[in-house]
């Protein structure tokens, strides 16, 4: 039967054919996998690089002797120059300040501690970490000795436990700590390090 047009009763869409309809799909499909790519993979890519930023940057020390902590570990610090400290004078207590770095950040010139630094040569210096031994206050030197104002611990300026006048025990469960320090083109350069309190033996910190 057909119609006015001259049409047969079967009709067709004026612009699809079989061929073109399967065509049409992959072009679509195709660019919704371009797309999702470029949606997932971009933000994925530049998290990866801010992750993995840190081994890029692992060659790019600060300065020489200012390295600061890396994983915890301090490597050689600066502290004054060896013509600073007067030869046989009493300690010096001095600020310890490093650039600090882990894997994702840095900071410069932060105070990390502190030490004193007695010359006892030309060439030699004590060094002592000032943090008490028995539960980590802060002893001060008057000259002669040092103290701790907590429990009345004192040390005499070789760092070992003083024998107290009144009798009384000595709470410090050690000497003060001392501190590995080397002495570069005049300067006093001092592994700082913090440990644990409390303890007959000397562990660092992590
Ligand atoms: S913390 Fe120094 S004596 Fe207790």
């Known amino acids: 039967m057909s119609d006015h047009s001259g049409n047969s009763g079967t009709s067709h869409s004026p612009t699809t054919s079989g061929s073109e309809t399967p065509r049409r799909n992959f072009v679509v499909e195709g660019a919704t996998v371009v797309i999702s790519l470029i949606v997932g993979v971009v933000p994925f890519a530049a998290g990866l690089l801010s992750f993995l930023d840190p081994l890029f940057r692992k060659n790019q020390t600060p300065s020489k002797h200012t390295k600061g902590e890396q994983g915890g570990k301090t490597e050689m610090v600066r502290i004054c120059s060896l013509e600073a ?6 300690p010096q207590r001095f ?5 600090q770095f882990d894997a994702w950040n840095f900071t410069a010139q932060q105070p990390i501690g502190s030490v004193y630094l007695q010359r006892i040569s030309d060439s030699e210096v004590r060094v002592f970490n000032t943090t ?11 000259g002669q000795a040092f103290h701790c104002p907590c429990h009345n611990s004192s040390f005499e ?38 440990f644990y309190p409390g303890r007959e033996e000397k562990k660092p910190k992590a």
């Open 85 to 90: 400290l007067p030869p046989n004078g009493p």
């Open 95 to 99: 600020p310890v300040i490093t650039d």
């Open 132 to 142: 008490c031994p028995h539960a980590g206050c802060s002893v001060s030197c008057d």
């Open 157 to 194: 300026l070789n760092g070992s436990k003083r024998v107290s006048e009144s009798g009384r025990e000595n709470p410090s469960p050690r000497a003060l700590d001392t501190l590995e320090h080397t002495i570069e083109s005049g300067d006093v350069l001092v592994h700082y390090q913090n």
